[in-house]
Nanobody
Framework: QVQLVESGGGSVQAGGSLSLSCAAF????????MAWFRQTPGKEREGVAA???????SYADSVKGRFTISQDNAKNTLYLQMNSLKPEDTAAYYC??????????????WGQGTQVTVSS
């Protein structure tokens, strides 16, 4: 059974940094494409960053240059390093996974989310 478990959220002042982790269980991690999403109440879920099985990554314009997505295949863990945080980064952050080779770009597996709060 596929399971994603996030950790590392918390509260920080604007300009600070936080690091999120997402531990993956129950599947061959290396064949999965991973991503971070975020959502605030009343707004649609937003893709933040994604990383493919070959390590290539992409970012939302709003976080480019401030956030870095990475993964450790040996540890089955996804990371999101967030620097220069802004109040508008406040959200629940979710990691997600999809089979890179399924032909679908839909993320099928989701973590429970971790809250990030940035105060001004």
């Amino acid at each position: 059974q596929v399971q994603l478990v996030e950790s590392g959220g918390g509260s920080v002042q604007a300009g600070g940094s936080l690091s999120l982790s997402c531990a993956a269980f129950g599947y061959t991690y290396s064949r999965f494409c991973m991503a971070w999403f975020r959502q605030t109440p009343g707004k649609e879920r937003e893709g933040v960053a994604a990383i493919d099985s070959d390590g290539s990554s992409s970012y939302a314009d709003s976080v480019k240059g401030r956030f870095t997505i990475s993964q450790d295949n040996a540890k089955n863990t996804l990371y999101l390093q967030m620097n220069s945080l802004k109040p508008e980064d406040t959200a629940a952050y979710y990691c997600a996974a999809r089979d890179c080779y399924s032909g679908s770009y839909e993320y099928n597996y989701w973590g429970q989310g971790t809250q990030v709060t940035v105060s001004s």
